[in-house]
């Protein structure tokens, strides 16, 4: 009786999907519809997010899991850190398969955000708890969301944690009243271990976002304050060559339409 309650729910979960799929395909790809870059892709969404949720705050290119990879866009709530993978319409749509087992395990909700150009390869390949959501530059409603996501069932407090630096863990430990002598010249792994054994999967959510935004916030600071050459230095050192090239293509053009505006109104 279980097995084909069972069986039942999958069928009805399926024809569920299939008919959001089929709702989907009413708004059929344009031809003429303007490429989406991630640059694009990210902006539109980050004007949505700002409105659908003024409470959350939303962090760009987090390095987690010891460095092992970066989620294009955190979303830091109360009780959730939800990863947005970003695909454009250039990138390929299973790469995302690559960086889904370090998402799985450091946040508790992940979704992706493409096109209408590859969601229905994304609603065969990603697991069902990732969300859908399909960004466009020519409907109304330019965020849809095909699909919600939902918990995580691989979400590791020790691999969380692992985003958080040695200083932060230490923090961490003083919050919750851990005070033993030893802490303070235990090694990283060690207060990873420590932690993860005294707090819950909601604590060590809540105390991750607000490191990780302590952190946006403190840099952001630091930028501000920063010289040119400093800023040079920083960027040189986190940049490839090609994405060197690319944006300082991309400001050069900037700087040149504005100066063919500002011509223009003379």
């Known amino acids: 009786m279980i097995n084909i309650l069972l069986i039942y729910l999958k069928t009805f979960n399926k024809r569920i999907e299939e008919k959001r799929l089929d709702n989907f395909l009413k708004y059929k790809y344009n031809e003429n519809m303007a490429v989406l870059f991630?640059?694009?892709?990210?902006?539109?969404?980050?004007?949505?997010?700002?409105?659908?949720y003024p409470?959350?705050?939303?962090?760009?290119?987090?390095?987690?899991?010891?460095?092992?990879?970066?989620?294009?866009l955190v979303s830091i709530g109360i009780k959730t850190s939800h990863c947005y993978e970003i695909k454009s319409d250039r990138d390929k749509i299973s790469r995302a398969l690559a960086q889904a087992k370090y998402y799985d395990i450091v946040f508790n909700k992940i979704s992706l955000i493409?096109?209408?150009?590859?969601?229905?390869?994304?609603?065969?390949?990603?697991?069902?708890?990732?969300?859908?959501?399909?960004?466009?530059?020519?409907?109304?409603?330019?965020?849809?969301?095909?699909?919600?996501?939902?918990?995580?069932?691989?979400?590791?407090?020790?691999?969380?944690?692992?985003?958080?630096?040695?200083?932060?863990l230490l923090k961490i430990l003083l919050i919750k009243n851990v005070t033993k002598k030893s802490i303070n010249r235990?090694?990283?792994?060690?207060?990873?271990?420590?932690?993860?054994?005294?707090?819950?999967?909601n604590e060590t959510i809540k105390l991750m976002n607000q490191f990780l935004l302590e952190r946006q916030q403190n840099y952001q600071k630091s930028i501000n304050r920063a010289s040119r050459s400093k800023l040079i230095d920083t960027l040189s050192n986190n940049l490839s060559s090609n994405e060197t090239i690319k944006l300082m293509n991309q400001f050069l053009l900037e700087r040149q339409q504005n100066y063919q505006k500002v011509n223009w109104f003379k």
């Open 114 to 168: 493409t096109t209408h150009n590859h969601y229905e390869k994304a609603v065969d390949i990603l697991p069902s708890y990732w969300g859908i959501i399909i960004v466009s530059n020519t409907f109304k409603n330019k965020v849809r969301y095909f699909r919600k996501a939902s918990i995580s069932p691989h979400f590791s407090k020790e691999n969380a944690l692992c985003t958080l630096w040695r200083d932060e």
């Open 55 to 72: 409470k959350s705050k939303l962090l760009s290119e987090v390095r987690i899991n010891n460095g092992l990879a970066i989620a294009d």
């Open 186 to 201: 235990a090694s990283r792994s060690k207060l990873i271990d420590t932690l993860s054994n005294n707090l819950s999967s």
């Open 38 to 52: 991630d640059k694009d892709i990210r902006e539109i969404f980050t004007i949505h997010h700002s409105k659908r």
